[in-house]
């Protein structure tokens, strides 16, 4: 009997907002990745992420390990995005207080 190899394909997609995301979930690649370099195992991060498959963590994983210059550059590229972001909102919404008007509101 012989073992047939078949090239099965990283299951990262990237969504309308150029975001990279983990087989057919909303689970992005940042997640899995930052779970990985925390030291969570793939199991452990499928256990916190039930919606991912364990194959697609570990051959997203095994991704990462191969292309590991590309992925920290787009990963670094999407932390700047998210500060840029942030401090955009926070110059457009007053933070002073928001929790105070949220009560409010709530009452």
């Known amino acids: 009997m012989t073992l047939t190899i ?6 990262l997609k990237t969504d309308t907002d150029d975001v990279v995301r983990v087989g057919n979930t909303r689970v992005t690649l940042d997640t899995v990745i930052a779970a990985f370099n925390a030291g969570a195992t793939a199991e452990e991060i499928v256990s916190q992420y039930p919606s991912l498959l364990l194959a697609d963590v570990y051959a997203v994983i095994g991704y990462y390990l191969q292309h590991q210059s590309e992925v920290d550059a787009y990963l670094s590229q999407r932390q700047k ?3 840029e972001v942030r401090a955009q909102n926070e110059a457009r919404f007053d933070q002073q207080g928001i929790r105070e008007r949220l009560l409010a509101r709530q009452s």
């Open 6 to 11: 078949i090239d099965t394909p990283i299951p």
């Open 81 to 83: 995005t998210m500060h």
